[in-house]
């Protein structure tokens, strides 16, 4: 559906630059000389209608990518997504532990990281 909603900004885009350029030309024609204002009004309203349907094609653009990161995480929430089960939050936000709990609990032991398991028997690793 957005693909087609483009293409009806991007008609409405050439049709009015048509209609515009074609007012400009029949004010010139018509005038004695080159009148510098009906060209100058014909040159703003191009620059606005590239700015406005730049920015109506920009608008549709996020609304598509939009559509599809929600698709993509309704098909990761149907998956399982892999997540771990959501964390109750407190009731009161502000409020945590005494500093006596805190003080009372112990330290955890910090965990040395597992190394891996060396071959047996020497090896010759490099030669000066």
């Given at each position: 559906?957005?693909?087609?909603?483009?293409?009806?900004?991007?008609?409405v885009?050439?049709?009015?630059?048509?209609?515009?350029?074609?007012?400009?030309?029949?004010l010139?024609?018509?005038?004695?000389?080159?009148?510098?204002?009906?060209?100058?009004?014909g040159?703003?309203?191009?620059?606005?209608?590239?700015?406005?349907?730049?920015?109506?094609?920009?608008?549709?653009?996020?609304?598509?990518?939009?559509?599809?990161?929600?698709?993509?995480?309704?098909?990761i929430?149907?998956?399982?997504?892999?997540?771990?089960?959501?964390?109750?939050?407190?009731?009161?936000?502000?409020?945590?532990?005494?500093?006596?709990?805190?003080?009372?609990?112990?330290?955890?032991?910090?965990?040395?990281?597992?190394?891996?398991?060396?071959?047996?028997?020497?090896?010759?690793?490099?030669?000066?």
């Amino acid at each position: 559906m957005m693909t087609w909603v483009q293409r009806a900004v991007g008609a409405v885009f050439v049709i009015g630059l048509v209609a515009l350029v074609a007012a400009v030309v029949t004010l010139v024609q018509r005038a004695e000389g080159v009148p510098p204002l009906p060209v100058y009004t014909g040159l703003l309203g191009a620059v606005v209608l590239i700015l406005l349907a730049g920015a109506c094609l920009a608008l549709i653009s996020i609304a598509i990518s939009a559509r599809r990161g929600a698709e993509a995480l309704r098909r990761i929430a149907a998956q399982g997504g892999g997540l771990a089960a959501p964390v109750a939050a407190p009731a009161r936000p502000f409020t945590g532990m005494s500093l006596r709990e805190v003080a009372n609990q112990p330290e955890p032991e910090p965990a040395a990281p597992a190394r891996p398991q060396r071959p047996s028997g020497r090896t010759l690793v490099a030669e000066r």
